[in-house]
Nanobody, 124 residues
Framework: QVQLVESGGGLVQPGGSLGLSCAAS????????MAWYRQAPGKQRELVAA???????NFADSVKGRFTISRDNAKNTVYLQMDSLKPEDTAVYYC??????????????????WGQGTQVTVSS
């Protein structure tokens, strides 16, 4: 079981910056793919950024060049640095931890955990 606790949301003006943190419980944080999702009112939850076990990253096209994701396995924490924020970035941001275990002769077992979400509002 993994528990995720996000922090760092708030109100910021367009063009501003904001950093989110997600602290995870458990001793095998380094085995999880960590990601940030967001959900705006009336819209589906969407992937914002992910960082894999080896450190590779991927981003939604809408945030490329503006957002950075990083992880500190020693602190069991993943970060999302958001720069040049736009009003359309307004959403509840969720931290996600995911990993899959593979067993010979058996179906894979997936683990998927979510934080409670933190509100990010970009407005003047």
């Amino acid at each position: 079981q993994v528990q995720l606790v996000e922090s760092g949301g708030g109100l910021v003006q367009p063009g501003g910056s904001l950093g989110l943190s997600c602290a995870a419980s458990g001793s095998i944080f380094g085995l999880y793919v960590m990601a940030w999702y967001r959900q705006a009112p009336g819209k589906q939850r969407e992937l914002v950024a992910a960082i894999h076990v080896g450190g590779s990253t991927n981003f939604a096209d809408s945030v490329k060049g503006r957002f950075t994701i990083s992880r500190d396995n020693a602190k069991n924490t993943v970060y999302l640095q958001m720069d040049s924020l736009k009003p359309e970035d307004t959403a509840v941001y969720y931290c996600n931890a995911q990993r899959t275990e593979y067993y010979t002769g058996s179906p894979p077992v997936s683990y998927d955990y979510w934080g409670q979400g933190t509100q990010v509002t970009v407005s003047s």
